[in-house]
């Protein structure tokens, strides 16, 4: 059925105050706090409708109404007014996010915590599974006699390195040819393209005793098995204990216990539907397909580099969430985060470039002369 005028704005008024009190809201009460020019006898006739349309519930008999998640999702869509957020707000949440982070991880998880200080709510980011990233560059550094250091980078710009012991007779020229056949074998290839028939390739090639190759492979590996790696971040765990939906000591268990499971969170940030043009995701209670989060309302939001998911940050909160001002919050981290990995992309690249003009590393003139060329 199609919602007059009328019923919505009996409906956009119960709902801002409803997430205000927390407490079921009456005819009486939208009648004097809201100038809609309607008796409370209408009010309460146009509130047995939006009920029986399943837009409101009403908890028990003779109480007022309250939102149920068919009305959280109108009201989202179509009602809800933007939230500016204040100049101290925003001076504040950018002081947060410039903190010369250099690192893709640590930005989200820094984004994480400012969006749990700021909203009151339980935050989480992560690092997605990566098995579509390319690789863009593999460089074996020497680092002093008997060891090396392995680079691995994306083209997401996300840099791996695995510290390696190979024998002292191994010299710079030999890891310069290594580093060449690496990058000839593997750049452009996905995690999941690089199979046992590529790596026995690059056995063939390098044609090196065991001692040598297989250390150096295994630094590879582990730089790939880093990358593929998802890594999760949890804020303010205990903030949605602050709202009356929690104050049951079950619910309140089952909640801690639901996000403290591993495995939940990451299903969580894949799960990301009704995005809206803002790329924003908002799923309101039963819209969860994990039934654990049915009470509550998760707000989610995807950052990309060329078409390249790179990272996903989320909010979990009681459907009763303040969502105009997660979604502002949301926004302008959204935009701080595109910014610092800009940056932080381009550095990546300028420093590997650099890095790789003086793969000599650590070793003196006096080093090279002792050590025989494999």
């Known amino acids: 059925m199609f ?22 809201i009456g005819s009486r009460s939208v009648s004097k706090k809201h100038e809609l020019g309607l008796s409370s006898a209408t009010i309460r006739n146009e509130m047995s409708d939006l009920e029986e349309l399943g837009y409101l519930i009403q908890p028990h008999t003779s109480a007022g109404r309250i939102p149920s998640d068919k009305g959280y999702r109108f009201y989202v869509d179509q009602l809800m007014k933007a939230c500016e957020l204040t100049v101290d707000e925003i001076n504040a949440m950018k002081i947060e996010m410039e903190t010369k982070i ?3 991880s640590q930005l989200l998880r820094q984004a994480s915590s400012t969006m749990s200080r700021f909203t009151k709510y339980t935050s989480m980011a992560a690092t997605p599974e990566r098995k579509n990233s390319e690789l863009k560059a593999v ?13 691995v980078v994306t083209n997401a710009g996300i840099i791996k390195n695995s510290l390696v012991k190979l024998p002292e007779t ?5 890891l310069i ?11 452009g290839l996905t995690l999941e393209q690089i199979n046992i028939m590529v790596i026995r390739e690059i056995e063939i090639l390098i044609g090196s005793s065991q001692e040598i190759l297989m250390p150096i492979l295994n630094g590879v590996t582990e730089c790939i098995n880093q990358i593929d790696t998802s890594e999760v971040y949890l804020d303010g765990t205990t903030n949605i204990l602050n709202y ?7 619910k309140a268990r089952e909640f801690l216990n639901m996000i403290d499971t591993k495995d939940i ?10 995005a809206g043009d803002n790329g924003i995701s908002i799923q309101i209670g039963k819209e969860n397909e994990i039934e654990e989060m049915q009470d509550c309302s998760v707000v989610t939001a995807n950052y990309n580099l060329g078409g390249l998911v ?65």
């Open 170 to 174: 191994v010299s710079p020229e030999f």
């Open 265 to 274: 969170l990451p299903l969580l940030l894949k799960n990301i539907k009704n």
């Open 177 to 187: 040819r290594v580093s060449n056949i690496f990058n000839d074998k593997l750049s």
């Open 139 to 151: 460089q074996v550094v020497p680092i002093e006699r008997g060891s090396a250091l392995v680079v």
């Open 244 to 250: 009356p939906e929690f104050k049951d000591v079950v």
């Open 3 to 24: 919602l007059d005028d009328r019923k919505k704005l009996i409906l956009h008024a119960i709902i801002d105050d409803y997430i205000s009190t927390a407490e079921p």
């Open 102 to 104: 250099n690192e893709l």
């Open 310 to 374: 790179i990272g996903t940050i989320g909010i979990i909160g009681p459907t009763r969430m303040e969502y105009a001002r997660v979604l502002a919050a949301m926004k302008y981290i959204r935009r701080k985060i595109n910014e610092e990995i800009d940056r932080i992309i381009g550095n990546s690249f300028k420093d590997f470039n650099r890095d790789s003009k003086t793969i000599k590393g650590g070793l003196t003139d006096s080093d090279e002369e002792k050590g025989e060329l494999i």
